[in-house]
């Protein structure tokens, strides 16, 4: 079984800051993805960025990068120069085996302050 | 270029009613996933389409049903329904089979109240 952790229920940051959003997590597999998706009041899941487990090198996205520790099984969110645009829900997923299916965290809440 | 598209936006039904959301995936995508999201919540998977079949299923009742067109379409069908199976319902669309990639595309929901 694969379980994700987000332990942050809100966190605020003053907007052109840079901001970190932890998620643990804990799967048996060796092959695995963890992927980080905002969801804005709309609804609409909107996908971030991407890790796969095998990957030396920590994921970058413009302003948003992956902090990947493989022994902590950590990959918290790093957004940098946060925007008042950054408000949002944040998602932490993985999926892991053959088939992927995904499990999600609980969400951390981001308020960017003007 | 369109998106993923589903309807309706909103929908308000009766506990044992039968209810069914549409889900229209991006252009050039063959799979599409389903999810629950319940207020305060992570998303939950349903259930994925491919090839018109269902290929992988979350812990979700066979009163949790779906469909998969040729066109790659799709339609979840929930039957009677409880006050739980109130939630917003995302759809998702990839390539390939595969459930979670970081070219799945999320639509932006339809909002479920059971009454």
């Known amino acids: 079984a694969q379980k994700i952790t987000q332990t942050q229920p809100g966190m605020f940051v003053q907007e052109k800051e840079a901001v970190t959003l932890d998620c643990t997590y804990d799967?048996?597999?060796?092959?695995?993805?963890l992927f980080w998706y905002k969801q804005p009041s709309s609804g609409e899941m909107i996908f971030l960025i991407y890790?796969?487990?095998?990957?030396?090198q920590n994921a970058t996205e413009g302003r948003y990068s992956l902090n990947f520790q493989k022994a902590r099984k950590s990959a918290n969110l790093v957004i940098s120069a946060s925007q008042l645009g950054d408000s949002a829900m944040y998602f932490c997923?993985?999926?892991?085996?053959?088939?992927?299916?995904?499990?999600f965290g609980r969400g951390t809440s981001l308020i960017v302050h003007p | 270029d369109a998106g993923v598209t589903q309807s309706p936006t909103h929908l308000i039904k009766t506990r044992g009613q039968q209810v069914t959301l549409r889900c229209s995936p991006k252009?050039?995508?063959?799979?599409v996933s389903w999810y629950q999201q319940a207020l305060g919540q992570g998303p939950q998977f349903i259930f994925q389409?491919?090839?018109?079949?269902?290929?992988q299923r979350g812990n979700f009742p066979d009163r949790f049903s779906g469909h998969q067109f040729p066109n790659y379409s799709s339609e979840l069908n929930v039957n009677a329904l409880l006050l739980g199976d109130s939630a917003l319902y995302l759809c998702?669309?990839?390539?390939?089979?595969?459930?979670?990639?970081?070219?799945?595309?999320f639509g932006p929901g339809t909002r479920l109240t059971v009454l």
């Open positions: 998702a669309s990839g390539r390939g089979g595969r459930v979670l990639t970081d070219t799945q595309y």
């Open positions: 799967t048996s597999d060796q092959s695995y993805g």
């Open positions: 890790q796969g487990s095998y990957d030396e």
């Open positions: 997923a993985m999926g892991s085996g053959g088939s992927y299916i995904p499990t």
């Open positions: 252009s050039g995508h063959d799979t």
């Open positions: 389409y491919y090839e018109e079949e269902e290929r």
